[in-house]
């Protein structure tokens, strides 16, 4: 009850932002765009954290590829906004994108049919994380492959992506990937009119995201994948079909990791498929062990810390921030092992 | 400099052989300026030096070979000594186009040196000049030429020189000399005569062919070869990992890391030898011990400062390490620089080493492949024969027994994860010989090394083997076809694939233990 | 051995929104008349590109502490303000954001990958912000915020293939074009092709090979190579492959025994920087193109080597082509201010055009209208040493095509 | 044979060599309450494993009610009416004694049922009988991790019953219980054969004279002897094996 009060106003400060950031330039309590933009990215950030806690934290799934779910949601929306360029592009083709126009394609290959509609991309935004993660989980669930096992082959999986993505034969852009969008929905990107609206798109989507893992947590299901998470083989005694449990789990986290990636493309601009490298699902894992595992506040708290430090810091200390929050890391897997949320509970009681 | 005496004797040698007029002494004092022209005249001075067979031009050829032709103030030309060039001389520039007339003309005049080394080289040189002035050269060569290899280059010289004779017949005792090897130079050299010898084209089809045959056989054992070699880089990379993931299940995000602080390792010891003149030669096998010692010392550190805190949660470790590989990283990146360090390979493992059947193989890789099996059979060693590794296989599989038998489990952890970390440096090692010495230099490892480690079967040096040697294999026998990047996309789903069937890798312990 | 001029930084930074909370708002001090010029230092300093991107840092703050040392610029002192991207090319927009909009730089020197650069570009032309981009590129571009300091395709790979088909070059017959696959190799590659069809070398003598970032195992490429080599005409290589990949490539192609005499190798993303980490004994002869290198002889270059081995007191640190660029881009942008008394983007801009500087290559090199600079074209050759002997050189600085000819789309291109 | 109730018929399980079980038949009628006793490694933990899904046998043939238990996976098995109770008492810590029970009550299985799931009251009135039947009706929103070891075995027990097993699996019940409890259950095991079939594996042979049924001893993974218990302790085979060779 208080929780849920703090909770509230968290969100109500948050959403106060893109308010204070429209008074003018000189007022005292003008936000400047930098600030909306960087938290809409947070945003997202703690959307793909809500996803993987709930495979990780509730399930017991630590996936270490949910960066290439987050990035497949991305690539999904920047098709829409490259085919949104329209002739507008540097070579003027009607049709093509300028990385097809100089690659030498003639036509649109036709898995970017039907990218041309808002409402296909952001279908295929969820869909796609979510069929890869149906078939990459039904593989590894339905022969047991847990724990630190299914955390290699994720990483694996999203290692694989990475090398694909990065080749400019896959018609996706290669390292450049996409960029230099023009509009959305008939609103040009980089008026603050437009970074408004995807942020509280974005802050409306967490707002909802959150809610549906909490009451997803508190029904039946939610039991069903603790027991799973603590005793997989008791469960399947009990004659759950376990793989069937952690398949829904994880095709559902993949596709919330996918709407992140799709929110957060349009804001930053860009994607490539750096997105997909290990490293970028590390780190999000470790957002969750920072701020809680298990605990869906937890998940957020620690998307929103880790990354404020990570900006802060890599303006701050450029050589040192990746000690600090190394360090950072070190200590908190040692010592907290509830993360912050657990340090702020045992404070509170 | 050792010059005087065998060059002195060589070119005696060829002085008998070639210099028939006393005018040509003359020419040759003509030719010298020419040296220190634009390189268009240089080339031109070197071919002309080459054909003139004036011995004194050795000497002053081999130095602009070598960078070290001064022309000193005096206007004259002379191989620098010593480190520092005298006051007023310049040192004399070439391009390839001089580097490539050099080497021609240095075959034609040290062809008879008495140096085999000396010869071999020559040999090499005057099979790219593909003229016919050469045969006679050549063969004079061949008659008293007793070394096989030597023997078999100037043969294929001769072909191609013949090949470049007015004479058909001539031409076509060439292009049966050339077809009878295995060379791509010859083939490359049959494929241009084509078009000047249309009258020759069946014996030049027939020839190729015949080559193609050879090479095609080659080719396969070189991609054998190849794959032999990524399979022992994967294999080091991945045997620290088959002890501390394998054998204590601690996921160690931070053994790239390990790799890299030994391949620093490897620089710090080549540094602290190039002072010491006499162990310079020796630094990269000194460096072994030492960054053994050194990562296994960091990573003893870490399991007693950290890791032990985390057994039983091998997720926590896994974020853990992660948090350790950042800040290995960074500090590094600001001990050394975030720039490549150079490591100079010494001279036994530079170029190229030709096995029976022309097979080429590269010398580095070749100490690499018996490097990485040395490593394995001493980690075999090291578990099946030591005190160490009989505590270490107790306390894997019963820790509560074994510490009741007195076995100090703590020590014995931390041992093993040295163990483990002192592998991972001396994978460092080897990659130095390989790879850019950079921070980033692990983070490229560490996924390939985990897959060969769960595709070998956890807890299983042989699977770590077999594994990677497979993995290795199978990687450079899809590369021609699929391209480096899908050939490697493909083996990492053939191994997800692969796990899906075996959850537990090529060699699996089986039954009831392997439930825990 | 860093540099002092990081504190005052950290200090200015530290007052940032981030530190007080997520909403606390930024009051930014009017900038009087005696506040500091500021300047943006935008290069990784972590994650892949760091090996590259830090020595421009260091750049750009040995010219800011040597403008100092000469009263600063308009009677101002200049201050740098680096952060750290991590090459992460979303974050090297918000980085850039975060530049313009809270640390409200008047100008900023960064980026080396293209990508990196196309990440920003939206910022800066939403921002007004002016950038200078100081590395070799593909061209195809051209935005008014950004001043592009390095080479143009026509000011580098051009020359260079030119030089491998004639006499000195030794008269390659057939091109292998092997690189890193993004898109500086594809489109570089892409006009090379363009322009080796113009000189009568048929597709079926260009051999086009790419290989991923970090390509660490080069065995099977430099095997297929030599064996494209040995079709019976002369071969040579054409290399834009980046960064980190580059050590282990000429590694193996020294061990596997390619001599630049047989199969001659011109690279264009290998400076004396990449060098300093292989052994180049056995690479002796092959080549690089740039516009710079460190071995030049010039008045400007000797003034250049001191300053910088005075600032990094490391008498084996090197310099090269993308460090020259960066110099030479602070140089003009310094006499831009000067000329337009104050450090407004447009008046900058319009200063800018027609600024020349006597760069460190000996040469005078100009900005041109189309933001690139007009420049001189080298040809090296690598040393035992690790330097380059200068070979062949263009009598004058050449203006930058950054729309290349041999693109036909460039044509139908919006202008 | 019968449908209805459980056939095994030569089974034989190996593990690298190790024969854990050889050859072993075994028929349990309807309703039948029957006791497995033997050494250590004689099989038994096996012959359960095989049972529900957890070891695939070699050879051999694994039916009840009609269906070859050996093509299905432990929670097919589970849902075909087949509840086992572990040696080491396995109950959900992180869940309370209410929600263990929930999770075991016979009910669709599925993600999407588990979702929408809403309990009812007939649901809960069963959940609250079934407390009371274990005796933990106090503790009902204690965290299953706090109880003590008797209580976790009586929860499981509980959530065993929940199932509505037509044949129970039943390893060493009453280990670490008090002679009171072994009673009891004893007792509770007897009530509830007769109307399914139960499966006792067990060391005590006072237990095994207490539940008053057919015992099978097993060794070396097939049958020994079967009978009552007192045919059973005269069988001098059984006598060599238990007493020393």
Redesign the interface.
Known sequence: MNRRLVLMLCVL??A??PA?NALPADH????????V???G?WICYAILALAIDLAWGYAGI?SLGHGAFFALGGYAIGMHLMRLIGP??????PVLPD?M????YTELPWYWLGFDWFAFAFLMALVVPGLLALV?GW??F????T???L???T???T??LM??F???DMGFG????F???KELLGMP??TGATRAVLFYASLVTLVLVFWGCAH?TQ???G??L??I???E??????????T??KL??FVLSAMIAGLAGALYVPQ???I?P??FS??NS?EA??WV?FGGRGTLVGAVLGA?SVN?LK??L??????????V??????IV??LL?KGLIGLLRRRGS | MPWLIPRGLAAALALLLFLSAPARAQEYEALLPGLAGGFAQQAETVERLGLLGDPRAIPLLQAMADARLLRLADGSLAPQQGATPPEGATLIRINNRVRGALRGALGRLQLVSPDPAERSRAAEGILRNRSAADIPLIEAALAREAQPPIRARLELALGGARLASEDVAVRREGIAALGASASPEARGQLLAARAANAELLPDIEAAIAAIDRRLQLRRAAETVFQGLSLGSVLLLAALGLAITFGVMGVINMAHGEFVMLGAYTTVVVQELCRGIPELAPWSLPLAVPAAFLVTAAIGAAMERGLIRHLYGRPLETLLLTFGVGMILQQVVRLAFGAQNREVISPDWMMGTLLLPGGVAVTQNRLWIILFALAVLLACFAAIRLTRFGLEMRAVVQNRRIAATMGIRTGRVDAMTFAFGSGLAGLAGVALSQIDNVSPNLGTGYIIDSFMVVVFGGVGSLMGTLIGAFSLGLLNKVLEPYAGVVLAKVAVLVGIMLFIQRRPKGLFALKGRAADQ | MREPSHSVTRRGLLAAPLAAGLTAPLAAPALGQQAPIRVGVLHSLSGTMAISETALRDTVLMMVEAQNAQGGLLGRRLEAVVVDPASNWPLFAEKARELLQLSRVDVTFGCWTSVSRKSVLPVFEELNGLLFYPVQYEGEEESRNIFYTGAAPNQQAIPAVEYLLGADGGEAKRIALLGTDYVYPRTTNRILRGFLNSKGIADADILEEYTPFGHSDWQGIVARVKRFAGEGKKTAIVSTINGDANVPFYRELGNQGIRAEDIPCVAFSVGEEELAGIDTRPLVGHLAAWNYFMSVQSPANTEFLTMWRNYIRNPRRVTNDPMEATLIGFKMWAQAVTAARGTGVDAVREALYGQKVAAPSGYEVEMHRNHHLSKPVMIGEIRADGQFDIVSRTPTAIVAENWSPFIPENANRRR | MTSQGLYVDGVTVTFDGFRALNNLSLLVEPGELRAVIGPNGAGKTTMMDVITGKTRPDTGIVRFAARDLTKLDEAAIATLGIGRKFQKPTVFDALTVFENLELALKAPRGPIACLRWVLSGVARARIEATMEQIGLAARREDLAGLLSHGQRQWLEIGMLLMQEPELLLVDEPVAGMTDHETEQTAALLRGIAGTRSVVVVEHDLEFVRALDCRVTVLHEGSVLSEGSITHVQADPRVIEVYLGR
């Open positions: 400060a948050l106060a932002l204070f005292p309590l003008h936000v400047p765009d930098f600030l933009s960087v938290v990215k630590l507008r592009g540097v070579y003027g083709h990385f126009v100089f690659l030498g990459v593989l590894a339905r022969s047991r492959i724990g630190v096992y955390s290699i082959i990483q694996a999986m290692y694989a090398l694909a990065f080749r400019n290669g390292n450049n990937g960029t230099d969008f990107l980089n997803l029904t039946k299901l039991r069903v603790t027991a998470r603590d005793a083989s008791r469960t399947r005694f009990l004659g759950y079909n376990v069937r449990h829904f789990v930053v601009g860009i490539n750096s997105e290990p490293g590390i894992v470790v062990a929103f404020a900006t802060w890599t303006s701050v200390a450029p050589d040192l921030w990746l000690i929050l190394g360090l950072l890391f070190v897997t040692l092992p």
